[in-house]
């Protein structure tokens, strides 16, 4: 079993940034493949980022386009955690954002490959 918090949610000003945390405990990190999904209020939930195990050619990434040059993905495995960087926020970025997870290797953006989640940190960004 694997076990998500996710931390580091908050309230900001469009523009700013923030630095969502996903600890992950219960299973080696390293064989864990990552990702954020958002849920706004009414809407889906939808995929922003997602990144690899480490493989012989480094980790790989996926953005969803709508944060894509914004938003960063990284995991450090010693660490056991994976963040998510989000700069130049927009109000269209508030949301539920949850971290995931499913064992095995590649990038996915759908939710349903991912079998662990977490219960969620808020990001509300103000005009």
């Known amino acids: 079993q694997v076990q998500l918090a996710e931390s580091g949610g908050g309230l900001v000003q469009a523009g700013g940034s923030l630095r969502l945390s996903c600890a992950a405990s219960?299973?080696?990190?390293?064989?864990?493949?990552m990702g954020w999904f958002r849920q706004g209020q009414g809407k889906e939930r939808e995929f922003v980022a997602a990144?690899?195990?480490?493989?012989?050619?480094?980790?790989?990434?996926l953005y969803a386009d709508s944060v894509k040059g914004r938003f960063t993905i990284s995991r450090v495995n010693v660490e056991n955690t994976v963040y998510l960087q989000m700069n130049s926020l927009k109000p269209e970025d508030t949301a539920v954002y949850y971290c995931?997870?499913?064992?095995?290797?590649?990038?996915?953006?759908?939710?349903?490959?991912?079998?662990?989640w977490g219960r969620g940190t808020q990001v509300t960004v103000s005009s």
């Open positions: 995931a997870a499913y064992l095995g290797s590649g990038v996915d953006n759908s939710a349903l490959k991912y079998d662990y």
């Open positions: 219960g299973q080696s990190f390293r064989r864990l493949a």
């Open positions: 990144a690899s195990t480490f493989e012989w050619s480094g980790v790989s990434t």
